[in-house]
T-cell receptor, first 111, second 118 residues
Framework: GQNIDQPTEMTATEGAIVQINCTYQ??????LFWYQQHAGEAPTFLSY????GLEEKGRFSSFLSRSKGYSYLLLKELQMKDSASYLC????????????FGSGTRLQVQP | KAGVTQTPRYLIKTRGQQVTLSCSPI?????VSWYQQTPGQGLQFLFE???????NKGNFPGRFSGRQFSNSRSEMNVSTLELGDSALYLC?????????????????FGPGTRLTVL
């Protein structure tokens, strides 16, 4: 079976740093994705990890530990526009694009 | 480059009816996947198409079906609609066929079709 867990909601302050955790148990592993979804909009791609370690992209970083089934998304210098849902997704099958998503973490950035 | 387009954006149907949703992928993308998003279940995979062939199917009843055309456009159909089918249906496109090692080959999502079943 596939199971991906992430916190339901988080609150942080503008200018601060926030870390959103994701743990997964899937039948296979061929990459982990983070997507951002603003209310009423489509998910947009943020990051991809397939090897252990940290991937940095501007204010956003994502970390993966395959042995622990664990990832986190780090958002620095938070801005009000970062208020959104953050979706952790695993691609379990080699050669197939199907993603298994967590339920998403709703982040509220306060002034 | 235009993004993924989905039509219609909003749809209201009644129980027992059927519905067809359409998706046009990004130009040059040949893989199309469909997802259902509900507040309770989150994003769930429906099916994946490449070269007019279904490559993968999620755990949904047979009332949910789809197809892909030679121009990579895709449609999904839901027959005998139930109240629980009310959801946002998202289409995602990506390059295909081979997932390049080390490359994300990420999926790009369309704006979705909001289906309400009354």
């Amino acid at each position: 079976g596939q199971n991906i867990d992430q916190p339901t909601e988080m609150t942080a302050t503008e200018g601060a740093i926030v870390q959103i955790n994701c743990t997964y148990q899937t039948s296979g592993f061929n990459g982990l994705f983070w997507y951002q979804q603003h209310a009423g909009e489509a998910p947009t791609f943020l990051s991809y990890n397939v090897l252990d370690g940290l991937e940095e992209k501007g204010r956003f970083s994502s970390f993966l530990s395959r042995s622990k089934g664990y990832s986190y998304l780090l958002l620095k210098e938070l801005q009000m526009k970062d208020s959104a849902s953050y979706l952790c997704a695993v691609r379990p099958y080699t050669g197939r694009r199907a993603l298994t998503f967590g339920s998403g973490t709703r982040l509220q950035v306060q002034p | 480059k235009a993004g993924v387009t989905q039509t219609p954006r909003y749809l209201i149907k009644t129980r027992g009816q059927q519905v067809t949703l359409s998706c046009s992928p990004i130009s040059g993308h040949r893989s199309v996947s469909w997802y259902q998003q509900t507040p309770g279940q989150g994003l769930q995979f429906l099916f994946e198409y490449f070269s007019e062939t279904q490559r993968n199917k999620g755990n949904f009843p047979g009332r949910f079906s789809g197809r892909q055309f030679s121009n990579s456009r895709s449609e999904m159909n839901v027959s005998t609609l139930e109240l629980g089918d009310s959801a946002l249906y998202l289409c995602a496109s990506s390059l295909g066929p081979t997932l390049t090692s080390g490359s994300s080959n990420e999926q790009f999502f369309g704006p979705g079709t909001r289906l309400t079943v009354l």
